[in-house]
């Protein structure tokens, strides 16, 4: 099938842990985000990758890494996990052109809780 | 930056009415504008687009119009179904190295 798909689905972990979300998309596109969606279903930008290199960078604490391998795969990597972490983290992905925009392509989302 | 605003926040409507969900944005420069419906558990998904140089489209039961100079947005959908009940966002965003910015949401319960 042709999808973003993103693992975990589920991660609960205790304050202070490091953990990371993988992100994969085989739609042949050359741009992929994470978006966070906090308790009150607001979805948010947190970073944004083109062909590997980042193009947007939100103000977002230094504890949130990502990195992207290949333009296929985006990761987000966090470190010292805090209570106030805990939402669903969405990977998404799309094309990006000189004219219009494009619509995005979403994962399944990986629902983060900091106990 | 941009911001979009979106309203109602919860809509509920009978089986078979219309419901109509509106967004403002406030980038002029902004020429795309997305729909996206998010199911319970699910990432959300684009149902319907619009660009700027466009005024209305239409898609089966779902349509959505553009006010460039008010710089509004609508989605139109008629002949609601138990399975339309979702949570609805507004998006826009602008060429090039595109960020998509998000409505807060409309959740629309269609009661049978």
């Known amino acids: 099938d042709t999808a973003v798909s993103q693992t975990p689905k589920y991660l609960v972990t205790q304050m202070g842990n490091d953990k990371s979300i993988k992100c994969e998309q085989n739609?042949?596109?050359?741009?992929m985000y994470w978006y966070k969606q906090d308790s009150k279903k607001f979805l948010k930008i947190m970073f944004s990758?083109?062909?590997?290199?980042?193009?947007i960078n939100e103000t977002v604490p230094n504890r949130f890494s990502p990195k992207s391998p290949d333009k296929a795969h985006l990761n987000l990597h966090i470190n010292s996990l805090e209570l106030g972490d805990s939402a669903v983290y969405f990977c998404?992905?799309?094309?990006?052109?000189?004219?219009f925009g494009y619509g995005y392509t979403f994962g399944s989302g990986t629902r983060l809780t900091v106990v | 930056g941009e911001n979009v605003e979106q309203h109602p926040s919860t809509l509920s409507v009978q089986e078979g009415d219309s419901a109509v969900i509106k967004c403002t944005y406030s980038?002029?420069?902004?020429?795309?504008f997305p729909w996206y419906k998010q199911e319970l558990g699910k990432g959300p998904q684009l149902i319907i687009d619009?660009?700027?140089?466009?005024g209305e489209k239409k898609d089966q039961r779902i349509a959505v119009t553009l006010n460039k100079t008010a710089k509004h947005f609508s989605l139109h959908i008629t002949e609601t179904q138990p399975e339309d009940s979702a949570v609805y966002f507004c998006?826009?965003?602008?060429?090039?190295?595109?960020?998509?910015?998000f409505g807060t949401g409309t959740r629309l319960l269609v009661s049978p």
């Open positions: 998404a992905s799309s094309f990006t052109g000189t004219g």
């Open positions: 739609l042949g596109h050359d741009t």
């Open positions: 990758y083109n062909n590997k290199e980042l193009i």
């Open positions: 980038d002029s420069a902004s020429n795309y």
């Open positions: 619009i660009r700027s140089n466009v």
């Open positions: 998006a826009a965003s602008t060429t090039g190295f595109q960020k998509l910015v």
